[in-house]
């Protein structure tokens, strides 16, 4: 096979592209890795936290994947809407691998969603990442008040990221807007609910501890919604023990339930974790959310909760919802809508049982929003290794001599490998003149006039 696309600059797409130009049935073949945004890493460089600085360093180690001679970065290239169609691509290279993520978030389906004030996780990260399709100053932190619902790790980095002062991100890469107004948040309380209880939660311990390590917060947990389903509290005669992960969880947070005293220091800020709330409305004050209501669970005995039948409010003037989130589709490739993934056959791409030759997915948009960034290496290997065995019959196909150009044709404006080098540097140099090491350029015009070369910073 001569030529091969990757649609999505991910890891999932990066750990594809390594193991096609690593596969011993396909050798000598050419990858380009295309992505919608100018600059490459999709949510490790616009999801992964700021201050989580050693995850952000495995930038390192897929960028020596897209410099690999046979492999070429092809940015601010979108694959459907007004961008190339996937019928299009299909005619330019000989198969295509779609890595296009899950990033558009899950609603709650409550009243009072839509109101000012009231916005997904999905957006708060995208805002403090400097996405560029995040609306600046959409977060002026005016809040004193925030409830972050939702009890997964994505919920602990929006919580942290709130908690912490402006000092504490400023050697990071946040975009200066984002710092700004981190530096004037009027923020004290955060609450962190979910409507299941601790053992239930997906947040893993270690970005649990970091919450209680933050200078200036003081975590706040009652012991009563520490309470376990006593069928699933692996101390019933037969029943499962707990998984490691809850036991070291329940650890932590029983540790910060017991030290509910305090030690006579007054907290720049509260996280409070509370449990068995279920958000049933958005409350609503002069046209803005003024707080959220719950309705109490409590443990059903499978594993589950069930109402009780009593309610509790909590006053907010702005409202994050993290639980969880979706794949898009994709128009020109099937979609299971329940799933929000393209249906797949060990990463043949479906179409009813049959599969779509040439069209293949990992990551997100294959397996759904799950898994820690390592785990679309392996899943990106399975993908590889079904194109690998389908080789033969995709080798026949043609592929266009000059793909790059038969997009510039299509009216595109691709950022090949130089563009983002220029994107970097303008980075470093908008940080030194900021006195700061390099500061993520926030918006689609200073990127592409950084891309070109043309930034002023
Ligand atoms: C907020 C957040 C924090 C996280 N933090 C961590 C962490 O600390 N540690 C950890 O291990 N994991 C973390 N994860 C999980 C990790 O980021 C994912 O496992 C991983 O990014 C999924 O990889 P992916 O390639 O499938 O999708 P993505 O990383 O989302 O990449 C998809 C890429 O496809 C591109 N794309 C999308 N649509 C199109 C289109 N139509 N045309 C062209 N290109 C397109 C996007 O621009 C993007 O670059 C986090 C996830 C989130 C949401």
Not at 267 to 284: C, D, N, Q, S
């Amino acid at each position: 096979m001569q030529r091969i696309a990757v649609v999505g600059s991910g890891p999932s797409g990066i750990y594809a592209a390594q193991a096609l130009v690593a596969h011993p049935l396909l050798p000598g073949v050419r990858v380009h890795v295309l992505d919608r945004l100018p600059c490459p890493y999709g949510l490790v460089r616009y999801g992964v936290a700021p201050d989580h600085e050693k995850i952000k360093s495995l930038q390192q180690s897929l960028r020596a994947v897209l410099e690999h001679e046979r492999v070429t970065f092809v940015g601010n290239v979108p694959v459907g809407g007004d961008g190339v169609s996937p019928e299009q691509l299909g005619g330019l290279y000989q198969a295509v691998v779609y890595c296009v993520g899950a990033a558009t978030d899950r609603p709650l389906g409550i009243p009072g969603e839509e109101l000012p004030g009231s916005h997904s996780a999905t957006d708060f990260v995208s805002w403090y990442s400097a996405h560029p399709d995040a609306a600046a100053g959409r977060f002026a932190l005016r809040a004193r008040s925030v409830v972050v619902i939702g009890i997964g790790n994505v919920a602990v980095d929006v919580a942290r990221i709130l908690a912490r002062g402006a000092d504490e991100l400023r050697p990071t890469d946040v975009p200066e807007p984002a710092l700004g107004a981190l530096a004037g948040s009027r923020v004290r309380e955060i609450h962190m609910a979910g409507r299941r209880g601790p053992s239930q939660a997906r947040f893993t311990t270690k970005e649990l501890r970091e919450l209680g390590a933050l200078p200036g917060a003081r975590i706040t947990v009652d012991p009563a919604e520490l309470v376990l389903d006593p069928a699933y509290a692996g101390t019933a005669p037969g029943s499962p023990p707990l998984p490691a992960m809850v036991r070291r969880n329940l650890d932590v947070l029983r540790g910060w339930a017991a030290d509910a005293s305090a030690d006579g220091r007054t907290p720049a800020r509260t996280i409070g974790l509370r449990f068995y709330l279920r958000p049933v409305a958005l409350l609503e004050r002069r046209g803005r959310v003024a707080g959220v209501r719950f309705a109490r669970t409590a443990p059903d005995g499978t594993g589950g909760v069930r109402d009780t039948g009593t309610f509790e409010e909590i006053d907010a003037q702005l409202v994050l919802r993290a639980v969880g989130y979706r794949g898009m589709p994709l128009p020109g490739l099937p979609f299971d809508p329940v799933r929000g993934t393209v249906p797949h056959l060990a990463g043949r791409v479906l179409r009813g049982a049959v599969p779509s030759p040439g069209q293949y997915v990992a990551g997100w948009i294959k397996r759904g929003p799950t898994g820690v960034i390592g785990s679309n290496r392996s899943c990106a290997k399975e993908t590889v290794a079904s194109l690998a065995e389908d080789a033969p019959l995709l080798a026949g196909r043609p592929a266009a001599p000059d793909p790059v150009a038969a997009l510039r044709a299509y009216g595109l404006r691709p950022v090949e490998w130089d563009g983002w080098l220029s994107i970097e540097r303008a980075e470093a140099a908008l940080g030194r003149s900021l006195g700061r090491g390099p500061v993520k350029i926030p918006d689609w015009p200073g990127l592409m006039d950084a891309a070109r070369g043309d930034s002023l910073a």
